[in-house]
């Protein structure tokens, strides 16, 4: 007991163990991919005229997260993912609660950082992808946006490379008691990651007393909305994180002993694309088939396809780069 309680006299405080502070950035991982996977069912309703919702997924969920990462480092002095695991952040010249400059140094990182490394890694792609293909109209001719590609190609593999080598040399320091900071982030911000104090919850006993006594004020029923609210969002997510898990483990669990299905009809639609790619109406290269739909197309067709409007050019089924199926012909 005096071990845990020994971060509450503000002149020391109790290192989480290096478990916690991974299982607490993976649990961060899965709020993006559940937010979307939310936004495309709801979307899913009427594509026809919420589908371009779809393109602007990534600023969708950048809005969101500033206003759950916001509440959370206001009350709490920790990100979502950081109290989920009973943490906070703390300064270290201080050993005291966050100041305002690092609350929002603090915001700024968890929310902007994650969107900008996710936006140079899909331009990295899509610039390596044009390479490969050798896509027409796309290969610029001027020697300075050549250069531009190549800068973005190599710069984002360089800063990558090196990122993760200061996360695995942070890890390292960390563990062996040599440093107090658990990542270059945090080391940036001098915060550190101790264990949160208890917070106090309205019981249903507590409520009752004060609804007889007439005690019972307006600020209590918002703290009982917030409570609720931030338990459900929190529930919710260890949920999607459960059925995540739950789904990878046993998704390919006795498919052999199913039944092989029978062979889908052939529409009419198809058969006008048989032998040729359904967007430029040539024979195909680079075959590649769009799992969603399971229309082949050329592969330097479809890409910028499902880059730019996220579905199926011939059946409007949502779609990304991800259910691209390349296949090896001889």
């Given at each position: 007991m005096a071990e845990k309680g020994a971060h509450l006299t503000g002149t020391t405080f109790i290192k989480p163990t290096i478990f916690e502070i991974i299982a607490q950035e993976t649990f961060a991982s899965t709020v993006e991919p559940a937010f979307k996977k939310i936004l495309s069912f709801i979307v899913s309703f009427n594509f026809e005229r919420y589908g371009h919702f779809l393109r602007w997924a990534d600023e969708s969920y950048l809005i969101f997260?500033?206003?759950?990462?916001?509440?959370?480092?206001?009350?709490?002095?920790?990100?979502?993912?950081?109290?989920?695991?009973?943490?906070?952040?703390?300064?270290?010249?201080?050993?005291?609660?966050?100041?305002?400059?690092?609350?929002?140094?603090?915001?700024?990182?968890?929310?902007?950082?994650?969107?900008?490394?996710?936006?140079?890694?899909?331009?990295?792609?899509?610039?390596?992808?044009?390479?490969?293909?050798?896509?027409?109209?796309?290969?610029?001719?001027?020697?300075?946006?050549?250069?531009?590609?190549?800068c973005i190609i190599k710069g984002y593999t360089f800063s990558f490379v090196v990122y993760e080598f200061m996360v695995l040399y942070n890890y390292i320091l960390y563990v062996s008691g040599k440093s107090v900071y658990h990542s270059p982030l945090s080391r940036l911000l001098s915060i550190s990651l101790t264990y949160t104090d208890m917070h106090p919850v309205v019981s249903i006993t507590d409520l009752s007393k004060k609804i007889k006594s007439n005690s019972f004020s307006i600020r209590d029923g918002i703290d009982i909305v917030q409570q609720v609210a931030t338990t459900s969002l929190e529930f919710g997510a260890f949920f999607l994180q459960f059925l995540s898990w739950w789904t990878q483990e046993h998704c390919?669990?006795?498919?052999?002993?199913?039944?092989?299905?029978?062979?889908?009809?052939?529409?009419?639609?198809?058969?006008?694309?048989?032998?040729?790619?359904?967007?430029?109406c040539k024979a195909f290269r680079l075959h590649t088939v769009l799992s969603v739909s399971g229309y082949a197309f050329c592969y330097q067709c479809i890409v910028p396809v499902i880059c730019k409007t996220r579905k199926c050019p011939v059946t409007k089924y949502p779609a990304t780069e991800d259910d691209l199926i390349r296949l090896y012909l001889h």
């Open positions: 997260n500033i206003i759950l990462q916001r509440y959370y480092i206001k009350k709490y002095s920790a990100s979502f993912s950081e109290t989920f695991y009973g943490l906070k952040r703390m300064a270290i010249s201080s050993r005291r609660n966050l100041s305002k400059e690092q609350e929002k140094l603090s915001l700024i990182l968890i929310v902007l950082f994650p969107y900008l490394k996710n936006k140079f890694y899909q331009l990295s792609l899509k610039y390596k992808l044009q390479e490969v293909c050798q896509e027409d109209g796309h290969i610029p001719r001027m020697k300075w946006q050549q250069l531009y590609r190549k390919y669990t006795n498919l052999i002993t199913l039944p092989a299905p029978p062979p889908p009809m052939i529409t009419e639609t198809a058969k006008q694309y048989k032998g040729i790619c359904p967007i430029c």
